[in-house]
């Protein structure tokens, strides 16, 4: 299975932007590349998924890198209730489709 | 609101006990999951149903028994589990496909003693 690596954890002052890699170098043509999160004591949440191209919207933006080895979330201006666990994902047939959730990167936003 | 309620929230059982979770979704979706969610580890799949029939079991222990009546309904029965088995135990519901959304309940935090 292809996988995804992401930092521990990252800090980000609020009202910034907050960018966050993600790496997937044996990602297959075929992957889909989803961001879940999960804020304390809840459930995760979708974010964002994109194939090729760079996706918006209301939440956060996807850029994905040309080669597709790489990737990065924005979050366009952290607030405190951005302060979560933040998932990079690879979706596809060869997965069945399932979602198969790494560590995460721990985002933490100070006032 | 996610759409996705589990109940109970929290549950404290003894290892000789049998209990169950409870999931219920209101989102007209025909795929469930559970999750298991153990202290500083990543979520784990652990069942999978499309449209009522279980399409994947992740190696699960026998004393975990899930039923699907119906594609809104999802239970966990629970019996004999070890202090190991303490989590976090999400449910989660979704259109069947690879760009489907997956939306995720509370979750029932859950502690063998």
């Known amino acids: 299975d292809a996988k995804t690596t992401q930092p521990n954890s990252m800090e980000s002052n609020e009202e910034e932007p907050v960018h966050l890699p993600c790496n997937h170098s044996?990602?297959?043509?075929?992957?889909?590349i989803h961001w879940y999160r999960q804020l304390p004591s809840q459930g995760p949440e979708y974010v964002i998924h994109?194939?090729?191209s760079n996706v918006n919207n209301r939440m956060a933006s996807l850029a994905i890198a040309e080669d597709r080895k790489s990737s990065t979330l924005i979050l366009h201006r952290a607030t405190l209730r951005d302060a979560a666990v933040y998932y990079c994902?690879?979706?596809?047939?060869?997965?069945?489709?399932?979602?198969?959730f790494g560590q995460g990167t721990e985002l933490s936003v100070k006032p | 609101e996610t759409g996705v309620t589990q109940t109970p929230r929290h549950l404290v059982m003894g290892m000789t006990n049998k209990k169950s979770l409870k999931c219920e979704q209101h989102?007209?979706?025909?795929?469930m999951y559970w999750y298991k969610q153990s202290a500083k580890k990543p979520l784990e799949l652990m069942f999978v149903?499309?449209?009522?029939?279980?399409?994947e079991n992740n190696s699960v222990p026998s004393r975990f028994s899930p039923e699907c009546p119906n594609s809104s309904h999802l239970f966990l029965h629970l019996h004999t589990l070890q202090p190991e088995d303490s989590a976090l135990y999400l449910c989660?519901?979704?259109?069947?496909?690879?760009?489907?959304?997956?939306?995720f309940g509370p979750g029932t935090r859950l502690t063998v003693l």
């Open positions: 994109g194939l090729t």
């Open positions: 994902i690879l979706r596809g047939v060869n997965q069945g489709g399932k979602l198969i």
């Open positions: 989102l007209g979706h025909n795929a």
């Open positions: 044996t990602i297959s043509g075929t992957d889909y």
């Open positions: 989660a519901s979704s259109i069947p496909g690879i760009t489907d959304t997956q939306y």
């Open positions: 149903y499309n449209f009522k029939e279980q399409t």
